[in-house]
């Protein structure tokens, strides 16, 4: 089921426009955990459901969103600037830069996407989702 949606995207992504979307190479979120240092300060695109989606508003008072982001095997953070159009268990195609750590305050953020754009599957072809 994995590797079928990951072809239906990797065909969507190439063959029509999506928005900010480009027709990068779809990367799993295994590989992004498996190989971070490969991947880090890189763009990249994943998809994947969307969990635990909050809403924010960052020290400059613009909106912000984050939520986490997961396939089978693995969980990536996800955040961005303004408004994001989905909702908790939706799937997702996020493309953006991904850093391997990341020093907020006091706390270090390990694995974590910023968000260039986030589309929904059912709304770039919704016989892709069932």
């Known amino acids: ?3 079928l949606i990951a072809l239906a995207l990797t065909s969507v992504l190439m063959t029509m426009s999506v928005g900010p979307l480009s ?4 990367v799993e979120v295994t590989e992004l955990i498996a190989h971070p240092d490969h ?3 890189q763009v990249v695109t994943v998809s994947g459901r969307v ?5 924010a508003t960052n020290r400059d ?3 912000a969103f984050g939520f986490l982001l997961q396939d089978t095997a693995g969980t990536v953070k996800v955040v961005g600037l303004g408004k994001a159009d989905v909702r908790e268990g939706d ?3 996020v ?3 991904f850093s391997r750590l990341r020093q907020a305050g006091r706390a270090i953020v390990y ?3 910023k968000a260039t754009s986030v589309q929904s599957m059912t709304k770039m072809n919704p016989d892709l989702v069932g």
């Open 1 to 3: 089921m994995r590797r």
């Open 23 to 26: 027709a990068a190479v779809l």
């Open 39 to 41: 991947y880090d300060h």
């Open 51 to 55: 969990t635990n989606y909050q809403l």
């Open 61 to 63: 008072g613009q909106p």
């Open 91 to 93: 799937y997702v195609v």
């Open 95 to 97: 493309e953006g830069i």
């Open 111 to 113: 694995n974590e996407i």
